[in-house]
Protein backbone atom coordinates (compact mmCIF):
# COMPACT_ATOMS: atom_id res chain seq x y z
CA UNK A 1 0.00 0.00 0.00
CA UNK A 2 2.73 2.70 0.92
CA UNK A 3 6.16 2.09 -0.29
CA UNK A 4 9.32 3.39 1.02
CA UNK A 5 8.89 6.79 3.39
CA UNK A 6 11.64 8.39 5.01
CA UNK A 7 11.83 8.57 9.39
CA UNK A 8 11.28 11.83 8.48
CA UNK A 9 7.73 11.57 6.79
CA UNK A 10 7.03 8.63 9.26
CA UNK A 11 6.63 11.28 11.90
CA UNK A 12 4.16 13.57 10.17
CA UNK A 13 1.76 15.71 12.69
CA UNK A 14 -0.73 17.40 10.26
CA UNK A 15 -0.22 15.44 7.06
CA UNK A 16 -0.52 12.26 5.93
CA UNK A 17 1.46 10.84 3.40
CA UNK A 18 1.38 7.52 1.02
CA UNK A 19 2.34 6.04 -2.25
CA UNK A 20 0.04 4.11 -4.93
CA UNK A 21 0.65 3.08 -8.39
CA UNK A 22 3.20 5.40 -9.05
CA UNK A 23 1.31 8.21 -7.72
CA UNK A 24 2.24 9.99 -4.19
CA UNK A 25 -0.67 11.56 -2.38
CA UNK A 26 -0.08 14.05 0.70
CA UNK A 27 -2.74 14.86 2.52
CA UNK A 28 -3.76 17.66 4.67
CA UNK A 29 -4.80 16.12 7.82
CA UNK A 30 -5.81 19.06 10.54
CA UNK A 31 -9.66 18.44 9.34
CA UNK A 32 -11.02 20.37 13.29
CA UNK A 33 -8.53 23.14 12.09
CA UNK A 34 -9.65 23.09 8.45
CA UNK A 35 -6.53 22.25 7.55
CA UNK A 36 -5.48 25.40 8.48
CA UNK A 37 -1.85 26.48 7.91
CA UNK A 38 1.06 27.30 9.96
CA UNK A 39 5.05 27.14 10.01
CA UNK A 40 4.94 23.51 10.80
CA UNK A 41 2.34 22.40 8.55
CA UNK A 42 4.65 24.17 5.68
CA UNK A 43 7.51 22.55 6.92
CA UNK A 44 5.91 18.89 6.75
CA UNK A 45 4.52 19.93 3.32
CA UNK A 46 7.78 20.96 2.16
CA UNK A 47 9.55 17.33 3.11
CA UNK A 48 6.82 15.69 1.86
CA UNK A 49 7.18 17.30 -1.97
CA UNK A 50 10.77 16.64 -1.55
CA UNK A 51 10.40 13.13 -0.42
CA UNK A 52 7.89 12.67 -3.37
CA UNK A 53 10.34 14.18 -5.95
CA UNK A 54 13.00 12.15 -5.12
CA UNK A 55 11.58 8.94 -5.41
CA UNK A 56 11.85 7.69 -8.60
CA UNK A 57 9.30 5.61 -8.37
CA UNK A 58 6.28 8.28 -8.13
CA UNK A 59 5.41 10.55 -11.25
CA UNK A 60 2.28 12.32 -10.63
CA UNK A 61 1.59 13.64 -6.97
CA UNK A 62 -1.68 14.43 -5.52
CA UNK A 63 -2.38 17.45 -2.93
CA UNK A 64 -5.63 16.54 -0.97
CA UNK A 65 -7.25 17.15 2.39
CA UNK A 66 -9.51 15.58 4.75
CA UNK A 67 -12.63 17.19 6.05
CA UNK A 68 -14.63 19.75 4.18
CA UNK A 69 -12.30 22.01 3.77
CA UNK A 70 -9.75 21.89 1.70
CA UNK A 71 -7.24 24.51 3.14
CA UNK A 72 -8.87 27.90 4.88
CA UNK A 73 -5.53 29.76 5.15
CA UNK A 74 -3.48 30.62 7.50
CA UNK A 75 -3.75 29.08 11.37
CA UNK A 76 -5.85 31.82 13.42
CA UNK A 77 -3.94 31.12 16.73
CA UNK A 78 -0.71 31.53 14.21
CA UNK A 79 -1.76 34.72 13.26
CA UNK A 80 -1.99 35.82 16.49
CA UNK A 81 2.04 34.84 17.22
CA UNK A 82 3.20 36.00 14.10
CA UNK A 83 1.88 39.97 15.67
CA UNK A 84 4.67 39.43 18.45
CA UNK A 85 7.42 38.55 16.00
CA UNK A 86 10.16 40.82 14.97
CA UNK A 87 10.33 42.25 11.70
CA UNK A 88 13.43 39.36 10.72
CA UNK A 89 11.45 36.80 12.44
CA UNK A 90 8.37 37.50 9.77
CA UNK A 91 10.17 37.45 7.35
CA UNK A 92 11.83 34.29 7.60
CA UNK A 93 8.45 32.88 8.39
CA UNK A 94 7.43 34.73 4.72
CA UNK A 95 10.46 33.04 3.30
CA UNK A 96 9.63 30.07 4.74
CA UNK A 97 6.15 29.95 2.68
CA UNK A 98 7.78 31.47 -0.37
CA UNK A 99 9.77 28.94 -0.32
CA UNK A 100 6.87 26.31 -0.03
CA UNK A 101 5.20 27.74 -3.07
CA UNK A 102 8.22 28.12 -5.12
CA UNK A 103 9.08 24.05 -4.36
CA UNK A 104 5.98 23.31 -6.05
CA UNK A 105 5.67 25.41 -8.68
CA UNK A 106 8.85 24.09 -10.24
CA UNK A 107 8.61 20.71 -9.01
CA UNK A 108 10.03 18.19 -11.39
CA UNK A 109 6.76 16.13 -11.24
CA UNK A 110 3.06 16.42 -11.94
CA UNK A 111 1.14 17.97 -8.63
CA UNK A 112 -2.71 17.52 -8.58
CA UNK A 113 -5.01 19.50 -6.46
CA UNK A 114 -7.96 17.16 -5.26
CA UNK A 115 -10.37 20.19 -3.95
CA UNK A 116 -13.19 18.62 -1.95
CA UNK A 117 -13.95 22.45 -0.16
CA UNK A 118 -13.52 25.72 0.21
CA UNK A 119 -9.64 27.15 -0.71
CA UNK A 120 -9.54 30.73 0.82
CA UNK A 121 -5.75 32.66 1.57
CA UNK A 122 -2.87 30.59 1.56
CA UNK A 123 -5.29 27.51 1.09
CA UNK A 124 -6.05 29.05 -2.29
CA UNK A 125 -3.09 29.58 -2.98
CA UNK A 126 -1.83 25.94 -2.63
CA UNK A 127 -4.88 24.77 -4.52
CA UNK A 128 -4.08 26.98 -7.59
CA UNK A 129 -0.39 26.75 -7.30
CA UNK A 130 -1.03 23.24 -8.71
CA UNK A 131 -0.24 22.03 -12.57
CA UNK A 132 -4.03 20.28 -12.75
CA UNK A 133 -6.67 20.94 -9.96
CA UNK A 134 -10.31 19.17 -9.76
CA UNK A 135 -12.72 20.97 -7.43
CA UNK A 136 -16.10 20.23 -6.41
CA UNK A 137 -18.73 22.35 -7.41
CA UNK A 138 -20.05 23.36 -4.54
CA UNK A 139 -16.19 24.69 -3.44
CA UNK A 140 -15.19 28.29 -2.88
CA UNK A 141 -11.95 29.94 -3.45
CA UNK A 142 -10.63 33.33 -2.68
CA UNK A 143 -7.44 35.37 -1.56
CA UNK A 144 -8.68 36.91 1.47
CA UNK A 145 -6.08 38.65 2.90
CA UNK A 146 -6.87 41.92 2.43
CA UNK A 147 -10.27 42.03 4.49
CA UNK A 148 -7.91 40.94 7.93
CA UNK A 149 -5.47 43.43 6.70
CA UNK A 150 -3.01 40.98 5.54
CA UNK A 151 -1.36 40.87 2.06
CA UNK A 152 -1.83 38.19 -0.79
CA UNK A 153 2.46 39.10 -1.65
CA UNK A 154 3.71 35.92 -2.17
CA UNK A 155 0.91 33.97 -4.27
CA UNK A 156 0.98 37.67 -6.25
CA UNK A 157 3.87 36.76 -8.14
CA UNK A 158 2.28 33.26 -9.75
CA UNK A 159 -1.36 34.65 -9.78
CA UNK A 160 0.05 37.55 -12.06
CA UNK A 161 1.76 35.05 -14.32
CA UNK A 162 -1.16 32.57 -14.31
CA UNK A 163 -4.53 35.19 -14.87
CA UNK A 164 -2.50 38.80 -16.03
CA UNK A 165 -2.40 41.89 -13.69
CA UNK A 166 -5.89 42.98 -14.73
CA UNK A 167 -7.75 39.01 -13.45
CA UNK A 168 -5.26 39.53 -10.33
CA UNK A 169 -6.16 42.67 -9.68
CA UNK A 170 -9.46 42.31 -9.11
CA UNK A 171 -9.11 38.75 -6.82
CA UNK A 172 -6.11 40.03 -4.72
CA UNK A 173 -7.76 43.52 -4.34
CA UNK A 174 -11.54 42.58 -3.80
CA UNK A 175 -10.68 39.88 -1.90
CA UNK A 176 -13.77 38.40 -2.59
CA UNK A 177 -14.66 34.53 -2.58
CA UNK A 178 -15.70 32.88 -6.08
CA UNK A 179 -17.28 29.71 -6.48
CA UNK A 180 -15.85 26.94 -7.94
CA UNK A 181 -17.48 27.60 -11.76
CA UNK A 182 -15.81 31.08 -12.03
CA UNK A 183 -12.70 29.74 -10.21
CA UNK A 184 -12.91 27.40 -13.73
CA UNK A 185 -13.94 30.11 -16.28
CA UNK A 186 -10.86 32.19 -14.84
CA UNK A 187 -7.95 29.62 -14.94
CA UNK A 188 -7.36 28.74 -11.38
CA UNK A 189 -9.49 25.56 -11.63
CA UNK A 190 -8.65 23.07 -14.23
CA UNK A 191 -11.65 20.27 -13.92
CA UNK A 192 -14.74 20.66 -12.08
CA UNK A 193 -15.83 17.28 -10.38
CA UNK A 194 -19.23 16.26 -8.00
CA UNK A 195 -17.92 15.18 -4.83
CA UNK A 196 -18.36 11.49 -5.18
CA UNK A 197 -16.51 10.88 -8.42
CA UNK A 198 -13.74 13.19 -7.13
CA UNK A 199 -11.41 10.85 -5.66
CA UNK A 200 -11.69 8.72 -8.45
CA UNK A 201 -11.90 11.22 -11.40
CA UNK A 202 -8.29 12.42 -9.74
CA UNK A 203 -6.98 8.77 -9.46
CA UNK A 204 -7.73 7.68 -13.14
CA UNK A 205 -6.34 10.70 -14.58
CA UNK A 206 -3.13 10.54 -12.46
CA UNK A 207 -2.41 7.32 -13.82
CA UNK A 208 -3.18 8.38 -17.10
CA UNK A 209 -0.65 10.84 -17.25
CA UNK A 210 1.84 8.55 -15.22
CA UNK A 211 0.77 5.82 -17.70
CA UNK A 212 0.82 7.50 -20.79
CA UNK A 213 3.43 10.14 -20.84
CA UNK A 214 7.23 10.79 -20.35
CA UNK A 215 8.12 11.60 -17.14
CA UNK A 216 11.17 13.27 -18.93
CA UNK A 217 9.06 15.11 -21.14
CA UNK A 218 6.79 16.23 -18.27
CA UNK A 219 9.68 17.42 -16.05
CA UNK A 220 11.16 19.66 -19.22
CA UNK A 221 7.86 20.86 -19.94
CA UNK A 222 7.41 21.95 -16.60
CA UNK A 223 10.80 23.89 -16.28
CA UNK A 224 10.11 25.04 -19.94
CA UNK A 225 7.00 26.93 -18.42
CA UNK A 226 7.99 28.22 -15.73
CA UNK A 227 10.69 30.07 -17.33
CA UNK A 228 9.33 31.44 -20.84
CA UNK A 229 7.50 34.22 -18.82
CA UNK A 230 10.68 36.06 -17.93
CA UNK A 231 11.72 35.92 -21.43
CA UNK A 232 11.79 38.08 -24.44
CA UNK A 233 10.63 36.94 -27.50
CA UNK A 234 13.46 35.74 -29.50
CA UNK A 235 15.47 34.93 -26.00
CA UNK A 236 12.48 32.39 -25.64
CA UNK A 237 12.59 31.21 -28.72
CA UNK A 238 16.40 29.86 -28.64
CA UNK A 239 15.67 28.74 -25.14
CA UNK A 240 12.86 26.88 -26.28
CA UNK A 241 15.19 25.32 -29.27
CA UNK A 242 18.02 24.62 -26.48
CA UNK A 243 15.06 22.52 -24.53
CA UNK A 244 14.53 20.51 -27.75
CA UNK A 245 17.65 19.65 -28.69
CA UNK A 246 17.93 18.41 -25.24
CA UNK A 247 14.85 16.21 -25.13
CA UNK A 248 15.27 14.67 -28.49
CA UNK A 249 18.84 12.85 -27.66
CA UNK A 250 17.06 11.70 -24.50
CA UNK A 251 16.59 7.98 -23.98
CA UNK A 252 12.63 8.66 -23.68
CA UNK A 253 12.74 10.06 -26.73
CA UNK A 254 14.31 7.57 -28.94
CA UNK A 255 12.20 4.95 -26.96
CA UNK A 256 8.43 6.77 -27.82
CA UNK A 257 9.78 7.54 -31.07
CA UNK A 258 11.15 3.58 -31.77
CA UNK A 259 7.75 2.59 -30.89
CA UNK A 260 5.58 5.52 -32.65
CA UNK A 261 7.60 4.20 -35.82
CA UNK A 262 7.04 0.54 -35.20
CA UNK A 263 3.47 1.33 -34.55
CA UNK A 264 3.81 -0.78 -30.85
CA UNK A 265 2.22 0.55 -27.67
CA UNK A 266 4.29 2.15 -25.18
CA UNK A 267 3.62 2.49 -21.61
CA UNK A 268 5.66 4.58 -19.80
Excluded at 104 to 130: E, F, N, P, R
Excluded at 198 to 227: C, F, I, Q
Aim: proline fraction near 2%; glycine fraction near 6%.
Amino acid sequence: MTDSITPELATLRFLQYETHDRLAYITLNRPAKRNALSANVVTELKKAFEQAEADDHIKVIVLRATGDVFCAGADLKYLQELQENTYQENLADSTHLMQLFYQIYTLKKIVIGQVQGHALAGGCGLATLCDFTFAVPEAKFGYTEVKIGFLPAIVSVFLVRRLGESRAKQLLLSGDTITAQQALEYGLVTFLVEREALADTVRDYALRLARENSGHSMELTKELLAHLPEMGLEEGLRYAAQRNADARASADSRRGIEAFLNKEPIEW
